[in-house]
């Protein structure tokens, strides 16, 4: 059964603190996605990453950066966390082409106070 | 115009009746589609894609797809209690998916 594992449940931050969200997956995919998702606003793109050392920004990158050191893993850093990312941030990874869909990570729900 | 928009609902329909979910796109949207089911505190999960005009069955769901219309919708049959989700619909466009809003769907006893 493929999996994409997202290394928090839950996650409690101090305003300011460096965060790093962690995402693996066991499939061999080469895409991987960063995503937050916040009632009434949908799910947003924030970076993806269709191969190692390769990052592209979504639609909200401001504040987050990205690291791909591995195919299989995909990290996302918030480098001085804020209230205003209190989110529930999910990973996606799929095979590259496009045409088969995302398969979700269980997702991180972080608050920052 | 959003590229990809849903009514938020909530849908409601009775346990057994045929719940119908639609969805419509913009001209930028290339044409494929996938829906996908979240329940409530979890992460979304595919269920079926389509990419040709017409209808795509899957057990009790059906997709059908009208480029000249330009929606994309999913029939769930016989629904039950246990389809109660919000269910997301999500087109490529430019270099990625773009998902909906998504619908609220309750599906009551």
């Known amino acids: 059964d493929v999996k994409v594992t997202q290394s928090s449940r839950y996650l409690v931050k101090r305003t300011g603190e460096k965060v790093f969200l962690e995402c693996v997956q066991d499939?061999?995919?080469?895409?991987m996605f960063w995503y937050r998702q916040d009632p009434g606003l949908g799910l947003r793109l924030i970076y993806f990453?269709?191969?190692?050392?390769?990052?592209e920004k979504g639609d909200i990158p401001e504040g987050y950066s990205v690291s791909r050191e591995k195919k299989e893993r995909f990290s996302l850093i918030l480098e001085s966390a804020s209230t205003n990312q209190t989110s529930m941030y999910l990973c996606?990874?799929?095979?590259?082409?496009?045409?088969?869909?995302?398969?979700f990570g269980s997702g991180t729900r972080l608050t920052v106070v | 115009q959003k590229e990809v928009e849903q009514n938020s609902g909530p849908l409601s329909v009775p346990e057994g009746a045929i719940a119908s979910l639609n969805c419509t796109y913009s001209?930028?949207?290339?044409?494929?589609f996938f829906w996908y089911r979240q329940y409530s505190g979890k992460s979304p999960e595919l269920i079926m894609s389509?990419?040709?005009?017409g209808d795509k069955e899957d057990g009790r769901f059906t997709a059908q797809l009208n480029k000249a219309s330009q929606y994309v919708s999913l029939l769930i049959r016989d629904s039950q209690p246990s389809d109660s989700a919000t269910y997301l619909c999500?087109?490529?466009?430019?270099?990625?998916?773009?998902f909906g809003p998504g619908t609220r769907l309750s599906v009551l006893p």
């Open positions: 996606a990874s799929e095979p590259s082409g496009h045409g088969y869909g995302y398969t």
């Open positions: 499939m061999d995919h080469e895409n």
């Open positions: 990453s269709y191969d190692v050392k390769m990052k």
């Open positions: 001209d930028r949207v290339s044409q494929s």
């Open positions: 389509i990419y040709s005009n």
């Open positions: 999500a087109a490529f466009v430019g270099q990625n998916f773009v």
